[in-house]
């Protein structure tokens, strides 16, 4: 008897390649190119040969522990991506083992279970995308961080490492650091914040240094709010732009000294619908 051979096409699934083995092969393992179902760890293949004897078995399919992985369908560096409000972005779980179930939580109070769901935000700002899969015993979760930014500008920032820009991109907030040594560095943006707010960090990532807000003060004094904390006591300087009109505001701390909150409600005019969202 000659060697058997898993055919391309076993009832109604379409295989990717064919399997040929010796006929005196007891057991046939086959790991489809793509799983069945995500719910199965056994398969049945279908071996023949030319006289036509064929045999049915069980295999097991390979699995290993569940490790959650997940694409976007939108334009991503290693840590972070970035997609723009109202416009739908796939995301494709990619995750290993034998998973039987997921949940994903896109960091605005949604949710899916879908294998490959489309998600749109609304509004600006930073949003932590998580994906939970398990196989029943185990789980493992993914995140990616996503900066969503105003499809229809109301401004001209644009936001980069070291500059944070809210109220759909009209204003630019930048920030630089000093110690009583003589050392400066520009402030880092943290990956966290939404269109009224931003942060900042000096050296540890983990160590938040500085919170800035713009607050839309219009309807209540005819200004717009510059509020502000922060927990150092290094030099800094904070400016805050209107890209509209170009007027500015900045914020100081001297080397050493607690630094004070920022409370300024006299910050900004508000012209040419500066308080719109």
């Known amino acids: 008897m000659g060697d058997l051979q898993l055919p391309p096409t076993h009832g109604t699934r379409n295989w990717d390649r064919e399997l040929t083995v010796p006929a005196d092969t007891e057991t046939v393992v086959f790991r489809p190119f793509v799983d069945l179902t ?11 040969n030319e006289r036509g004897y064929s ?10 522990p569940v490790k959650a992985s997940f ?14 409000t109202g416009t739908p972005v796939r995301l494709v779980d990619t995750s290993g083992g034998g998973v039987t179930e997921r949940r994903w939580s896109f960091g605005d109070g949604a949710s899916s279970d879908a294998a490959s769901p489309m998600h749109t935000w609304s509004t600006p700002g930073f949003y932590t995308v998580t994906l939970t ?26 936001a980069d490492a070291e500059t944070v820009c809210l109220r759909d991109s009209r204003y630019e907030v ?17 990956h966290a914040g939404t269109n009224d ?3 900042f960090r000096f050296f540890d990532p983990e160590n938040w240094e500085v919170l800035v807000k ?15 904390a ?19 505001r900045s914020y100081g701390n001297e080397p050493g000294q607690p630094s004070p909150a920022i409370v300024d409600t006299e910050a900004l005019a508000c012209v040419g619908g500066a308080g719109a969202r």
């Open 71 to 84: 694409g976007l369908h939108i334009r991503c560096s290693e840590d972070l991506c970035r997609a723009l």
């Open 230 to 248: 922060s927990t150092t006591d290094l030099g800094y300087r904070i400016a805050v732009t209107d890209t509209v009109t170009g007027e500015s």
């Open 174 to 190: 930048k920030m630089e650091w000093r110690t009583s040594a003589g050392e400066s560095g520009a402030g880092r943006v943290v």
């Open 214 to 228: 713009v607050l839309d003060g219009c309807s209540i004094n005819g200004r717009v709010w510059v509020l502000g």
């Open 55 to 64: 045999t049915r078995r069980a295999a097991e399919t390979p699995r290993g």
């Open 38 to 48: 995500p719910s199965a760890k056994t398969i049945r293949v279908f071996a023949y």
């Open 197 to 199: 707010s931003g942060l």
């Open 133 to 158: 899969v398990s196989d029943g015993s185990s789980s493992d979760s993914a995140t990616r961080t996503v900066l969503v930014e105003a499809a229809a500008p109301a401004g001209s920032c644009r």
